[in-house]
């Protein structure tokens, strides 16, 4: 009988010791590790303000460990747009967006000359920030980040957001050097039209070179080409492209009727 109860103390000993075992381990576990691990899970399921703070903790971590940035950099991305698929029979897609994980997503790019997959996206990238920026009036830091934006690819839409930028600034002939980049980018022939050229010069390249005679409500009054391709066709059908597209109306302040643009572009 003694032996039996000697036994029983053993078996509950043993169970009693593997409890508390296992609560010091679960213990031993670093409270920030905790943290992180929530966070990254609340961030899966679409807390973008976990994302940031996701983005923080590695962020911090990255002035340890140099591969913490790249991490950063994914939660930052996470917080800073984020899509989810809602609804049963109705299905929608919902989007999050956490600004200031947008902001210090766009600043570690800026400080780290890093690319966010390709020239483009990057572009796009600084150009999301600057639209931040210019909508709390911060005109500085909105124009930084436009020429940051630029400098990743010419998009037409930023040229015009700087010539905004600089006539709010009674900057005028900078406001009208941007303004006229915007007509040149936006009057060129792209995508499937662009095919159709190199298609009709046989693969050849031709340098076209034109003057665009736009008028002060948008519209263009007309193209002259001293320098053209031999299909006269060809000429027709971009003279048409460039005058079917309705152009931002010249600013008042330019106190200008009409503007002329020189283009010069290689197909």
Not at 247 to 258: F, G, K, L, M, T
């Amino acid at each position: 009988m003694k032996n039996k109860i000697l036994v029983y103390l053993g078996f509950i000993f043993i169970l009693l010791y593997s409890g508390c075992s296992n609560k010091l381990k679960e213990n031993s576990v670093p409270e920030n590790i905790k943290n992180i691990e929530v966070l990254v899970n609340n961030c899966a399921n679409h807390d973008v303000k976990s994302c940031y703070k996701a983005g923080e903790y590695y962020l911090k971590e990255s002035k340890i460990k140099k591969e913490s940035l790249r991490l950063a950099l994914i939660y930052f991305d996470k917080g800073c747009i984020n899509w989810e698929t809602v609804g049963f029979w109705n299905k929608r897609i919902v989007e999050r967006k956490d600004i200031d994980s947008c902001l210090k997503e766009a600043k570690l790019l800026k400080d780290n000359k890093l690319i966010y997959h390709d020239q483009f996206l990057t572009s796009l990238k600084f150009n999301n920030v600057a639209k931040i920026y210019y909508e709390k009036g911060d005109l500085n830091q909105s124009k930084e980040y436009y020429l940051l934006s630029l400098s990743y690819y010419k998009d037409e839409e930023v040229y015009y957001k700087l010539s905004q930028i600089a006539l709010i600034e009674k900057e005028y002939n900078l406001s009208k050097k941007y303004y006229m980049e915007y007509v040149r980018y936006k009057s060129l022939v792209r995508n499937r039209l662009l095919k159709l050229i190199k298609a009709k010069l046989l693969g050849k390249h031709v340098l076209f070179e034109y003057d665009i005679l736009l008028l002060s409500n948008g519209t263009v009054s007309d193209v002259f080409f001293s320098k053209s391709s031999k299909v006269d066709n060809l000429n027709k059908l971009i003279e048409r492209k460039i005058k079917d597209k309705i152009y931002y109306q010249i600013p008042s302040e330019y106190n200008v009727d009409n503007m002329t643009i020189s283009v010069k572009v290689q197909y």
